[in-house]
């Protein structure tokens, strides 16, 4: 079992930056593909970037490739995802995910989530 808790959210002006953590406890994050997903009312919740177990591979989104960076200290069992250059539209609530995911995209593939932090994007 493990037990995720998302910080680092609020609210920024549009090409700002913020850098969210997720924090583990339980197993190590190291046994899992973590990734972040978001979500905004009345939508399904959408993927964003993940990385592997290693770290070697990460995996993003279109809308966000070269902005955001997603990265793992499994010393400190903590994920991280760095947004730059942040826009309107990235507002949501932003979701710490751990699995084993047959593709890393694949939102019902990971067995813990995490509580969410919100993200607000002002223009």
């Known amino acids: 079992q493990v037990h995720l808790v998302e910080s680092g959210g609020g609210l920024v002006q549009a090409g700002g930056s913020l850098r969210l953590a997720c924090a583990a406890s339980g197993r190590t994050v190291s046994s899992y593909t973590m990734g972040w997903f978001r979500q905004v009312p009345g939508k399904e919740r959408e993927f964003v970037a993940a990385i592997s177990r290693s770290g070697n591979n990460t995996f993003y989104t279109n809308s966000v490739k070269g902005r955001f960076t997603i990265s793992r200290d499994n010393a400190k069992n903590t994920v991280y995802l760095q947004m730059n250059s942040l826009k309107p539209e990235d507002t949501a609530v932003y979701y710490c995910?751990?699995?084993?995911?047959?593709?890393?995209?694949?939102?019902?593939?990971?067995?813990?989530w995490g509580q969410g932090t919100q993200v607000t994007v002002s223009s």
């Open positions: 995910a751990g699995g084993n995911p047959r593709w890393a995209s694949m939102t019902n593939d990971y067995n813990y």
